[in-house]
């Protein structure tokens, strides 16, 4: 388990993490949401102790995290970054040594990944030579070589095209199962939302929710009823039970807030004509991130 206690970074005046305690549970995947400039790398960097934190205390398994540890540790940073004129497969059997491999050890691994994303003939290509995506690749097979026991990404999937996110995505679910923990930053709440049993989303350098996503979705207290129908539901607008109410082109999606309301919204569109549906649906995780974020966040 990786604990964050009362941990503050501070710029100067400016607080970039303000007092996050998190618990970060072994062997899942926790998702790290926020808008830009929310404190996500800043908390990653702490973690990995390429920053000092201005207070408080961070800890995997009831220890500091120190030299050691940092090689059971795997990162995939933010500003990415490998030696453009190097090929492909020195520059990754180098990291792997900085980790603590031997080149014997290394070479199968590599070519068990390039081969996994479908790249086997980049191993002897100059990094330069590779597109933007590619080369993403290429620096998560970096992260993940030395089969780190915690998996940090930062904003893994972006930049990516949806075939390679869906490999991505396959590679990570892969290592959870097999033991790993993982943590990943993002923007996109639906990865989140798929990969994840527990998350974090960061406003202003706070931690504004926290917790399993079933149990946040639950809390939320909120939740949506899609309708679809033959004639105008304009008049849903006006009733006391409708907290939000947003137009379709084939009808509305009102938010309400429990079972009984939306028993309510059923009777009021009764003998008015053919619905063609009426779906109760739990929050999704843009509804929540919009309502504790705000409607800034684009
Ligand atoms: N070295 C630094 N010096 C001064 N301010 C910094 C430094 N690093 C980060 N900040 C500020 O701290 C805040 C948090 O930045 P951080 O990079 O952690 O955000 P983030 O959530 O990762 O954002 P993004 O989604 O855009 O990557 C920002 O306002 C940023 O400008």
Not at 207 to 215: A, T
Not at 277 to 285: A, D, G, R, Y
Request: aromatic fraction near 8%.
């Amino acid at each position: 388990m990786l604990k964050l206690e009362n941990v503050t970074k501070k710029f100067g005046d400016f607080a970039a993490v303000d007092h996050l305690s998190l618990e970060i549970p072994a062997k899942q995947m926790f998702g790290f949401l926020g808008a830009n400039g929310a404190g996500k790398t800043t908390t990653f960097r702490m973690i990995l102790g390429l920053m000092d934190q201005t207070e408080g205390d961070i800890s995997w398994n009831d220890g500091e995290i120190g030299y050691e540890q940092s090689h059971l540790i795997g990162y995939l940073p933010e500003e990415r970054g490998l030696y453009p004129k190097l090929k492909v497969e020195d520059q990754l059997v180098y990291l792997a040594k900085l980790r603590g491999m031997s080149k014997q050890e290394a070479v199968p691994e590599i070519n068990r990944w390039l081969e996994r994303f479908k790249v086997p003939e980049y191993r002897t290509k100059k990094v330069e030579e590779l597109s933007k995506g590619n080369q993403q690749k290429i620096q998560f097979i970096s992260a993940v070589l030395h089969k780190p026991k915690l998996l940090i990404l930062d904003e893994p999937f972006s930049g990516l095209d949806p075939v390679n996110v869906g490999m991505l995505k396959e590679a990570v679910v892969e290592l959870k199962e097999a033991g790993t923990s993982i943590v990943f930053s993002s923007h996109r709440m639906e990865h989140v939302e798929e990969l994840c049993e527990s998350l974090c989303i960061m406003h202003k350098g706070k931690p504004v929710v926290h917790g399993g996503l079933k149990e946040i979705k639950r809390s939320f207290g909120k939740q949506k009823v899609r309708i679809e129908a033959e004639f105008d539901v304009g008049f849903l607008r006006d009733k006391e039970e409708v907290l939000h109410y947003k137009e379709t082109s084939e009808g509305a999606i009102c938010q309400v807030k429990e079972d009984k309301d939306a028993e309510e919204l059923f009777e009021a569109l009764q003998g008015r004509g053919f619905v063609r549906q009426f779906v109760l649906e739990e929050p999704s995780l843009e509804d929540i991130f919009i309502e504790k974020v705000g409607e800034s966040y684009e």
